[in-house]
């Protein structure tokens, strides 16, 4: 038998929990983790071939970094762990319409891409490899990866408790869920750090600005919430096997 008390712990710990999973997942599958916001000047297409032929090799899926991060860059990119965007203009032949529509065009990075090797000159294979680059652009994708699982681990220990009507599983759940928290902040650690990196790397214009997207935002919050989850978790499995420890010596006395 549970006492209220810890129900009320393991009950508000699991909504912490499913709200967390959601932010995480909302934030993986969308582009905005990263804005760029470039001059007007940059986006004056219709009399920059450079500018155009960026925009072609952006489709490209054979696309090197330096190709891609050129383009976000100039053509006021978005960037996400599994997407990046450019704003381009919607009509082909460019030059008819003094003022073309902008629409947003995507692309999803590959799975090759997102462990592929990171080098000094970005884009330039024949550079030195550059290891911290390259590390933390692979933890960046697989750190979410690895917090979801954790999390789907626990809640499916979890209903086997219930199932068998005990508490003393949640304490390993609890474990699991700080081990999640844990890594939805290296997450948002690892992108940040990986593209301050690029920028340097990249040596970007003094009038680029870029700013932080909701997408890393909710990362960020899901990170306390699966800890609070981890600390309830915790702290009702032990909690409740103190108690029971006590009420066993008192009848037994």
């Known amino acids: 038998m549970v006492d209220n008390r810890y129900a009320t712990a393991l009950v508000i710990g699991s909504v912490l929990s499913l709200l967390a999973s959601v932010y995480l997942s909302v934030a993986v599958g ?3 983790w990263y804005q760029y916001r470039s001059m007007p000047a940059s986006n004056d297409i219709r009399n920059g071939s450079d500018l155009q032929t960026l925009r072609n090799s952006f489709v490209e899926k054979e696309v090197s970094e330096k190709a891609y991060s050129e383009a976000l860059f100039l053509l006021n990119g978005t960037l996400g762990l599994w997407w990046r965007c450019i ?3 919607q009509e082909t032949p460019w030059f008819r319409h003094p003022e073309p529509k902008m629409v947003t065009d995507c692309q999803a990075f590959t799975l ?3 462990i592929e090797t990171k080098y000094k000159l970005p884009g330039n294979s024949s550079s030195e490899e550059d290891l911290l680059r390259t590390y933390l652009w692979r933890c960046r994708f697989l750190f979410p990866l690895v917090s979801l699982g954790l999390v789907f681990l626990g809640a499916l220990i979890g209903v086997c408790a219930c199932l068998c009507r ?3 599983p949640t304490l390993f759940v609890g474990l699991l869920h700080l081990l999640a928290g844990l890594c939805s902040l290296a997450t948002v650690c ?3 750090a990986g593209m ?3 920028h340097r790397a990249s040596e970007t214009a003094d009038w680029m600005n870029y700013s ?3 997408s ?3 990362a960020l919050v899901s990170s306390p919430l699966q800890m609070m989850a981890a600390a309830l978790f915790i702290w009702a499995a032990r909690s409740h096997r103190k108690n029971y420890t006590r009420m066993t010596a008192y009848r037994v006395a």
């Open 196 to 198: 301050d990196l690029l």
């Open 30 to 32: 969308t582009r905005h």
């Open 212 to 214: 932080l997207g909701w």
């Open 87 to 89: 704003l381009v203009p």
């Open 216 to 218: 890393l935002y909710l």
């Open 190 to 192: 690892c992108f940040l």
């Open 112 to 114: 090759p891409q997102q």
């Open 166 to 168: 005990s508490i003393t």
